[in-house]
T-cell receptor
Framework: EPEVTQTPSHQVTQMGQEVILRCVPI?????FYWYRQILGQKVEFLVS????????KSEIFDDQFSVERPDGSNFTLKIRSTKLEDSAMYFC????????????FGQGTRLTVV | AQTVTQSQPEMSVQEAETVTLSCTYD???????LFWYKQPPSRQMILVIR??????QNATENRFSVNFQKAAKSFSLKISDSQLGDAAMYFC???????????????FGTGTLLAVQP
């Protein structure tokens, strides 16, 4: 069964360093998302991406964040200069099209900023 | 803006018994989708069940069913014959069905941690 794949599963980084979280969405999907879950808290929307551009972003998604789909398969989230409060689980998700109901989630990347 | 509220931070159920998790939401839209996601200790987000707001019939998936009350903006999840593997965090989520808008994101509640006692 097709699945969304995220790498790495766990990333530890020094404060101020840049990190890139990688996702391979399901191949025929058109809508891509990043969500964040700080430990013990709810899942929060970061950004949605469609047709090679950001379609919506939340207040959390400031200038330190960027997304890219460089090669038509990978979907990356970059945090330019990590802060302690960026420590969280980051989930990538994808959907086939507008009318499709289900968003498929990856297994998440746990980011720890020290 | 839409909001989703789960008022039960934790619930407990005996194996083989039935449990109901509550969810309420607020929206001014008439067309939308509602979801229950399960997050086991592995942290993976797994879709349990979904409901289209235009459908009056409550969705069911095997042991999982919902009680969708559109006027009351309530969307509870019932788990029948609870199993040890049902122990997880459960999130209620909302998504707009408005076409052409940017608001196609999932809006999650704060979650309910379900424990299943043997």
């Amino acid at each position: 069964e097709p699945e969304v794949t995220q790498t790495p599963s766990h990333q530890v980084t020094q404060m101020g360093q840049e990190v890139i979280l990688r996702c391979v969405p399901i191949s025929n999907h058109l809508y891509f998302y990043w969500y964040r879950q700080i430990l013990g808290q709810k899942v929060e929307f970061l950004v949605s991406f469609y047709n090679n551009e950001i379609s919506e972003k939340s207040e959390i998604f400031d200038d330190q964040f960027s997304v890219e789909r460089p090669d038509g398969s990978n979907f990356t989230l970059k945090i330019r200069s990590t802060k302690l409060e960026d420590s969280a689980m980051y989930f990538c998700a994808s959907r086939t099209g507008w009318s499709s109901l289900e968003a498929f989630f990856g297994q998440g990347t746990r980011l720890t900023v020290v | 803006a839409q909001t989703v509220t789960q008022s039960q931070p934790e619930m407990s159920v005996q194996e083989a018994e039935t449990v109901t998790l509550s969810c309420t939401y607020d929206t001014s839209e008439s067309d939308y989708y509602l979801f229950w996601y399960k997050q086991p200790p592995s942290r993976q987000m797994i879709l349990v069940i979904r409901q289209e707001a235009y459908k009056q019939q409550n969705a069911t998936e095997n042991r999982f069913s919902v009680n969708f009350q559109k006027a009351a903006k309530s969307f509870s999840l019932k788990i029948s014959d609870s199993q040890l593997g049902d122990a997880a965090m459960y999130f209620c989520a909302y998504r707009s069905a408005r076409y052409g808008g940017a608001t196609n994101k999932l809006i999650f509640g704060t979650g309910t941690l379900l424990a299943v006692q043997p």
